[in-house]
């Protein structure tokens, strides 16, 4: 089995700190061993930061409320010897349970109060992945982006990313919209894998605006140095004025890089 070094970091996009707007984005990684198997995990959460009536929302609550819960609630589906490839299902429908129990003790009273609670501080993306070492899996509600070698996977959802917390509210409230009943879902063989990432949905939007932006960085700049991945983002967010938007990232490589290629080419999932 490979040995993997891992790095986090997280900045506040331009745009929200001009505006004295939290960061909205949130993290969680972990490394377990259970029943002779060890597994590495990690997650990216984005909040929502604009009501459609203008009102200033505090998503970066759901989407520090999911980091902890994730962080917690793997480990036990996991020591329930569950498939890594069905783990996706199983936190989808515990994490909507989590997130309902929270709405309910919080907003008592009318409909319109308990809708006006779960927009304001549930409403957040999910990007994560779960891997026993050999077999990786990456699993998604909204925007982000993965990064798989040299392949970048953009998930776009054109603005309405499926937030977990839709299934609070009542359809009616939601138009035409459907809300999936379970994470989206992509399968890598590790033994491919020398590096990965995932990340929400700011480096997208800043590799959009500029195809020609290296994110090597996310890995190779400071490589000894567990902070050299946030120091990047500092240094790409504050000296060239990088990432309008909240960027968070969670990535890993082999310290034996083998040299392969990208296992998918760029590409842009649609919702």
């Known amino acids: 089995m490979k040995m993997y070094s891992v790095r986090i970091g997280s900045v506040t996009g331009s745009a929200h700190r001009e505006k004295g707007i939290n960061n909205q984005d949130a993290a969680m990684h972990l490394q377990m061993t259970t029943s002779g198997a060890s597994y590495q995990c990690g997650a990216v959460f984005d909040g929502c930061t604009y009501r459609k009536d ?15 819960f994730f962080r917690s609630e793997i480990p036990l589906i996991l020591a ?23 709405a309910r003790a919080t907003a008592v009273g009318t409909p319109d109060s308990f809708w006006d609670f779960v927009r ?17 899996i990456a699993f998604s509600a909204g925007d ?17 990313p499926h937030y977990l917390a839709y299934h609070l509210i009542d359809r009616r409230m939601l138009s035409d919209f459907v809300p ?6 992509s399968r890598f063989n590790m033994d ?11 480096l997208g939007g800043e590799m959009k605006k500029d195809p020609s932006f ?14 050299g991945l946030q120091w990047w983002l500092n240094k790409a967010s504050n000296d060239e004025h990088r990432f309008s938007d909240d960027c968070t990232v969670v990535a890993f490589k082999t310290n ?6 990208g296992v998918e080419d760029y590409a842009v999932r649609p919702s």
């Open 180 to 185: 999936p009943d379970t994470f989206d879902v």
């Open 54 to 68: 203008g009102k200033r929302s505090h998503n970066e609550v759901g989407a520090i409320l999911l980091a902890s």
């Open 214 to 227: 290296d994110s090597s960085g996310i890995w190779g700049y400071e490589p000894k140095a567990k902070a």
């Open 80 to 102: 329930a010897h569950t498939p890594i490839g069905d783990v996706p299902a199983v936190l989808y429908q515990r994490a909507l349970g989590y997130l309902g129990s929270i």
């Open 256 to 261: 034996a890089p083998n040299g392969k290629k």
């Open 192 to 202: 491919d894998l020398d590096r990965f990432a995932i990340a929400t949905d700011g």
């Open 144 to 160: 982000g982006l993965i990064i798989a070698n040299d392949g970048i996977v953009l998930i776009d959802q054109d603005d309405r």
């Open 120 to 136: 304001t501080h549930l409403f957040c993306t999910v990007l994560g992945f779960v891997t026993d070492g050999n077999e990786l």
